[in-house]
């Protein structure tokens, strides 16, 4: 099997953190409208889309809620959501980022943010990194949000590489299965470290060389579309 050629990145959780900020949002929602919300309730939004996450919030609720309302309710959490990502930094990088960035160009090998967010412009100036990819691929650019693998594949195809020489470093598992049904490798970081599909798993960035992530190899695993139904963009 060919050395990768290309590697994307997911955003949130892989480059930087914003989980303490969605929690924030949903709980300041949640509160205004006399709904409990904890931090066991937001692991189940993990990974889910918007109004996934928003419907999930509302089974605790005692009235019901049109589905303008819901909209409503959606844009305010994102609204106090993006206010929060002004208290970003270069400091909220995460572990291994930079390093692994560097290694990759010193080989010359082009990089590409692969991310459901649409938001994801607004954290990389945050954090001084909207020079450091060659493409930026995020949820105002597709239609269906992982694990449906359009984001990876219109990265790929921006970078000019095929997907199969091509490594996405997820730490979602909605992220890996979609890395998986566009045919490429996958390293998943974090939560998603155990994934049973992932060609590689690590803590983070940090734990391997740049070097060593260029050799990571695929499991002999079937094609195709993994677990579920493609809705997912926090």
């Not at 006399?34 to 009235?63: C, Q, Y």
């Not at 693998?149 to 979602?172: K, N, Q, S, W």
């Not at 940090?206 to 695993?221: D, F, G, M, T, V």
Request: proline residues 5%.
């Amino acid at each position: 099997m060919q050395p990768i050629k290309a590697v994307i990145f997911d955003l949130d959780g892989v480059i930087v953190s914003t989980d303490e900020y969605h929690f924030q949002a949903w709980q300041q929602l949640a509160l205004t409208h006399g709904i409990p919300f904890n931090r066991a309730d937001n692991e189940r939004l993990r990974g889910v889309s918007r109004m996934e996450s928003l419907a999930i919030l509302l089974e605790k609720s005692d009235r019901r809620v049109d589905a303008h309302e819901q909209q409503q309710m959606a844009e305010a959490k994102n609204t106090i959501y993006q206010r929060s990502l002004g208290k970003l930094s270069a400091a909220d990088i995460l572990p291994g980022v930079m390093a692994t960035l560097r290694g990759l160009a010193q080989h010359g090998v082009p990089v590409a943010i692969g991310s459901s967010s649409r938001n994801a412009s607004t954290i990389l100036a945050a954090i001084g990194l909207a020079e450091a990819f060659d493409t930026v691929v995020d949820g105002t650019h597709i239609r269906r949000s992982k694990p449906d693998p359009e984001v990876f594949t219109l990265a790929a195809t921006r970078l000019g590489i095929a997907p199969g020489l091509c490594l996405v470093v997820e730490d979602a598992d909605a992220g890996v299965d979609a890395g998986l049904a566009a045919g490429m490798r996958v390293l998943a970081v974090g939560s998603a470290r155990c994934h049973p599909g992932a060609s590689r798993g690590a803590a983070d960035l940090a734990s391997l060389s740049a070097q060593e992530l260029l050799l990571i190899q695929s499991p002999q695993l079937p094609s195709g579309n993994v677990n579920g139904s493609p809705v997912r963009v926090r």
